[in-house]
């Protein structure tokens, strides 16, 4: 199960990195850029000659010459597409760049992940069809969409410039940094210990004093069996335990911490050792036989496994820190002027032009 959860998040990230990607192309399209246009632009044509020149007498040309010239001339045969719908087209390079703009797990497991592949394609040709749509009523030219594409060009470059004079230096941090900051990230370093816990659940609601009596004896029977030598603890959850999740596998829960117990089982559990087999333990809902069948230690994940996830947050870290010094040092190479009055009535116009605008009626 935890398994799964990790694969659907993980395949989640991925669609939203394509997500990003795919908007990217958008706007791109929209602002008319050949390069990610869904036609391919057609090769320049070359010029003619109006008149050939005369053949010499003493060269003859070979049969065909023409007709290779005229082969050669001709533009290369177009690469199939990944996909096609219509006219619009998914291109090989075009897929290639998007893969490569993932991690190199989450390419693979696109790639591993034919269905989710598929889907992407199919939604790229919908977007790419309903582009070349709004291209051809000249939505792109539309005021409000120009002022849009112009904000989201301005903050890409303002992005990509402030990264390109805030980049850590390659050799940063070194071991010592990474060292130090290991020891600070300990505790939230730390795994709690892990208890691989079996038991044999007899349902006993407290407010019926009968139930509470005859499971009472039941349990009692049963752990004087399960403490027995050479006992099969397994067997007797499959044919006792009245708790359906774990019954079929011999009452194991498996690998928990204490904190995933209850309140009544965690002062139990901390005492056993490995092997060991608890009296009945009552709980709210009945009477609890517990065998702790493993115990893992409390942990703190290794140095050398968190190493990578280290060294990128404080890379990370250094550089929004130099982007924000940058920042503040165009700011203070020059006299910073705001008129205040401007400012107020830019608001006052703002609020007269929304008093102003058409009320639009509801219906009633």
């Known amino acids: 199960m935890t398994k799964t959860l990790t694969s659907n998040k993980q395949l989640r990230v991925t669609a939203a990195v394509l997500l990003i990607a795919v908007v990217a192309g958008a706007v791109a399209l929209m602002r008319g850029n050949d390069a990610q246009s ?20 003493s060269v003859t040309s070979p049969p065909g010459a023409t007709a290779t010239k005229v082969a050669a001339a001709a533009p290369a045969p177009q690469a199939p597409a990944i996909a096609t719908l219509g006219a619009v087209r998914v291109e090989r390079d075009e897929l290639m760049r998007q ?10 497991q696109l790639q591993d992940n034919r269905a989710g592949l598929d889907q992407w394609l199919r939604g790229r040709l919908a977007e790419k069809a309903l582009i070349e749509q709004a291209r051809a009523q000249g939505w792109q030219d539309k005021p409000d969409i120009k002022q849009a ?12 410039y402030l990264e390109s004079v805030s980049r850590a230096p390659d050799d940063y941090p070194g071991d010592a940094e990474l060292q130090a900051a290991y020891e600070r990230a300990k505790p939230q370093l730390a795994e709690p210990a892990q ?6 659940f007899l349902p006993a609601p407290l407010a019926d004093a009968d139930a509470v009596a005859a499971a009472r004896k039941q349990a009692l029977d049963l752990a004087k069996r399960a403490q027995a030598p050479k006992a099969d603890f397994a067997a007797l959850a499959q044919a006792n335990s009245r708790d359906e999740t774990t019954r079929a596998q011999g009452g194991d829960i ?9 309140p009544e089982m965690r002062p139990v559990v901390q005492q056993m050792k490995a092997g060991d087999v608890s009296a009945p333990v009552q709980s709210a809902a009945g009477f609890h036989i517990l065998k702790l069948a493993a115990l893992q230690p409390a942990s703190v994940t290794p140095f050398d496994q968190v190493r990578p996830a280290l060294r990128a947050a404080l890379r990370n870290q250094r550089q929004e820190l130099a982007a924000r010094a940058y920042m503040e040092g165009l700011l203070n190479a020059g006299t910073v002027s705001i008129d205040g009055a401007a400012l107020n009535a830019a ?17 009633p």
């Open 38 to 57: 869904s036609e391919p632009a057609p090769a320049p044509a070359k010029a003619v000659p109006s008149a050939a020149p005369a053949a010499s007498p």
């Open 99 to 108: 893969l490569q703009a993932l991690p190199p797990q989450a390419r693979q």
């Open 195 to 200: 208890y691989r816990v079996s038991q044999i």
């Open 347 to 363: 608001f006052e116009q703002n609020a007269v032009t929304q008093a102003s605008a058409p009320s639009v009626a509801r219906a």
């Open 254 to 262: 498996g690998y928990v911490p204490l904190t995933q117990l209850t």
């Open 149 to 160: 594409v112009q904000a989201a060009q301005e903050r890409i470059v303002v992005q990509s």
